[in-house]
């Protein structure tokens, strides 16, 4: 039952699920034009993501696990292989932040790693067909955001990525409990390939929502872009 990636690829199906039938009906438009077809597709998949956002809350938890589950040797995925991995000098990296925020100083990788952590057991789920069980810890971004003076009434946070990555999510999603800033895997400082200095680490999205090498955040109410959800990836993409 706590099979979160079931979970998942149900409510996937879900939103993706509709039959041509039920696509007429719903949008009136010939389904041999490939262009009308997008079209409804993307409008239905734009309401699933507004009605699953609405659906969200902190009560909302992803599954956690007996810590003995958690993978050392942990799976690396983006969209370049592990050895293109950008390294970002513990000495000369800033963590920069923009838009709704009181205090925009940038963050260095000690005072980052200064922050008070917490631990988390969960499954990381890539809509690519794999899972596995990590553990992470780090500061939760909520109360980051806290500290730095986000306008949490604020609709979204964004990230930008040493590696031209970039996306966001909800403030709902940003100021849940599990939502952290991972600076450690497996009880050691997040490796490299992994995206040191941290990876936004949010057990309730899909993978590719989880932002690795984060350079730049920023408190916005407008809708951030994301890499994948550009080329066609959902972008609520969670529980
Ligand atoms: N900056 C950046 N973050 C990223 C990606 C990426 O290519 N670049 N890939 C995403 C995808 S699709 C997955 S599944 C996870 C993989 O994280 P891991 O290497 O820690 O397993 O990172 C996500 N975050
Ligand atoms: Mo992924």
Same mark, same amino acid.
């Given at each position: 039952?706590?099979?979160?990636? /079931? ?15 039920? $696509?007429?009906?719903?949008? @009136?438009?010939? $389904? ?9 597709? /993307? ?18 938890? !992803? ?60 499954? /990381? ?38 590696? @031209? ?8 999603? !940003?100021? /849940? ?63």
């Amino acid at each position: 039952m706590n099979d979160l990636r /079931h979970e998942v690829s149900r409510r996937r199906l879900l939103g993706h699920g509709l039959s041509l039938g039920a $696509l007429t009906l719903l949008t @009136g438009c010939d $389904l041999s034009d490939s262009d009308a077809v997008q079209t409804a597709l /993307h409008a239905v998949s734009r309401w699933n993501d507004r009605v699953q956002a609405a659906l969200f809350s902190d009560a909302t938890l !992803a599954p956690t696990y007996d810590p003995r589950r958690a993978v050392k040797d942990f799976r690396f995925n983006a969209f370049f292989g592990p050895q293109d991995s950008p390294v970002l000098d513990p000495e000369t990296y800033r963590l920069r932040l923009s838009g709704a925020i009181d205090d925009k100083r940038p963050w260095s990788v000690a005072q980052l790693r200064a922050l008070p952590q917490e631990s988390q057991v969960t499954r /990381h789920v890539c809509v690519e067909g794999w899972s596995m069980i990590g553990q992470w810890s780090g500061q939760p971004l909520g109360q980051f955001l806290k500290r730095i003076g986000a306008d949490a009434r604020a609709r979204y946070v964004g990230f930008e990525c040493a590696d @031209g990555y970039y996306g966001g999510i909800d403030m709902a999603t !940003a100021l /849940h409990p599990q939502t952290i800033m991972a600076m450690s895997l497996s009880g050691e400082t997040l490796p490299t390939q992994y995206g040191f200095p941290f990876k936004v680490r949010i057990p309730t999205k899909l993978g590719f929502k989880n932002p690795k090498w984060v350079t730049a955040m920023y408190v916005t109410n407008q809708e951030p872009h994301g890499f994948w959800e550009d080329r066609g990836y959902n972008w609520f993409s969670g529980i």
